[in-house]
């Protein structure tokens, strides 16, 4: 499939221009819009490129480090599966990333506290695995 760099380099420019004025906080899942990307990182979809992501640390109102999510579950370490909606979806641990908050575009909802601190945990476990 062809990738529209092209379209999202339009919609990142209006997204740096953009201001964010929302409020964000740990263990918040919201749309990002995370674009069109290189090889098998995990692209946005539809008009904004957004896909899901859970806000594992905030740095300060402008940058938040976050996980995206998948509808396409896998089993592998690097795929955390959750519930949502009455279904199965993931976080895909190892395309952690650091993004600007300007990026989140709605809130969808805020992970339960024990479920975040297994995510937490499983991070940890992925980080000190490459050393």
Known sequence: MQKDFDRWNKAKKEIDRSA???FVHIRE????SLGVNVGREEDGNQEFFERPVL???????????????????RNTPYHFRIPYNGAE????????R???AKRLRRRM?????????EVRHAVQRMIASGF
Request: with cysteine; hydrophobic share 55%.
């Open 20 to 22: 964010f004025t929302q």
């Open 29 to 32: 899942v919201w749309w990002c």
């Open 55 to 73: 806000v594992l640390n905030k740095f300060n109102e402008n940058m938040v480090l976050a996980i995206p999510m998948t509808s396409t579950v």
């Open 89 to 96: 979806v993931a976080l895909v641990l190892s395309q952690l």
């Open 98 to 100: 650091l993004v600007s």
């Open 109 to 117: 909802f805020q992970m339960p506290e024990p479920l975040f601190d």
